[in-house]
């Protein structure tokens, strides 16, 4: 059974770069052909789609947060990142990550519990 | 940008059956999921490729499509569907994972 945890600070301060974790269990994150996302939900608000990366180490990333989000994959710890840049309030969210199998129509199948991630000095 | 259109609530009766639309020009080309959140939780896949179930969703469950839209069906509505539905699906370049905003589903 795969499993995921998402792991990281719980408080970031505005302007500094919000860094998050992903460990995949019972399944490798650079194994098989996968795509590992992660997801955000502001509070009372719906789900919002950061970005990717592919088990080969190619990412792609909503155009809205492009220019201050990275993600990348740890191939020797089976676990991805992301890392956001000059955070503000509006960062405030639930952070979830989650696997996404590598033909097209498979979904996002297996999530992360989430993390709350508030931003605030 | 492009969007996927949920209603932002549905009402139903125990029993009844509810019906979830998602609207987006791109949907006749590409495939779209279904997930239910409930408060506190992680979203939960119900429907994928359109009208595929995973194992463990109750029969109740059906997708279908028509065109630019998407339906998800709860047949015999329970108590505990009372949730957040949202649709995904990728965006008419197929590069980027989209959401609908949601449809909160209320069981009266």
């Known amino acids: 059974q795969v499993h995921l945890q998402e792991s990281g600070p719980g408080l970031v301060k505005p302007s500094e770069t919000l860094s998050l974790n992903c460990s995949v269990s019972?399944?490798?994150?650079?194994?098989?052909?996968?795509?590992y996302n992660w997801i955000r939900q502001s509070p009372g608000k719906g789900l919002e789609w950061i970005g990717h990366?592919?088990?080969?180490?190619?990412?792609t990333y909503n155009p809205s947060l492009r220019s201050r989000v990275s993600i990348s994959i740890d191939t020797s710890k089976k676990y991805f990142s992301l890392k956001m840049t000059s955070v503000t309030t509006a960062d405030t969210a639930v952070y979830f990550c989650?696997?996404?199998?590598?033909?097209?129509?498979?979904?996002?199948?297996?999530w992360g519990q989430g993390l709350l991630v508030t931003v605030s000095s | 940008s492009y969007e996927l259109i949920q209603p932002p609530s549905v009402s139903v009766s125990p029993g009844q059956t509810a019906r979830i639309t998602c609207s987006g020009d791109?949907?006749?080309?590409?495939?779209v999921s279904w997930f239910q959140q409930k408060s506190g939780q992680a979203p939960l896949l119900m429907i994928y490729?359109?009208?595929e179930r995973p194992s463990g969703i109750p029969e109740r469950f059906s997708g279908s499509s028509s065109g630019t839209t998407v339906t998800l069906t709860i047949s015999g509505v329970q108590t505990e569907d009372e949730a957040d539905y949202y649709c995904?699906?990728?965006?008419?370049?197929?590069?980027?994972?989209?959401f609908g905003g949601g449809t909160k589903l209320t069981v009266l």
């Open positions: 989650a696997r996404k199998g590598g033909s097209r129509g498979e979904p996002l199948d297996y």
């Open positions: 019972g399944g490798s994150a650079s194994s098989a052909s996968f795509y």
């Open positions: 990366i592919y088990s080969s180490g190619s990412s």
């Open positions: 791109a949907l006749p080309r590409q495939y």
């Open positions: 490729k359109d009208n």
């Open positions: 995904q699906s990728v965006d008419r370049t197929n590069s980027y994972r989209v």
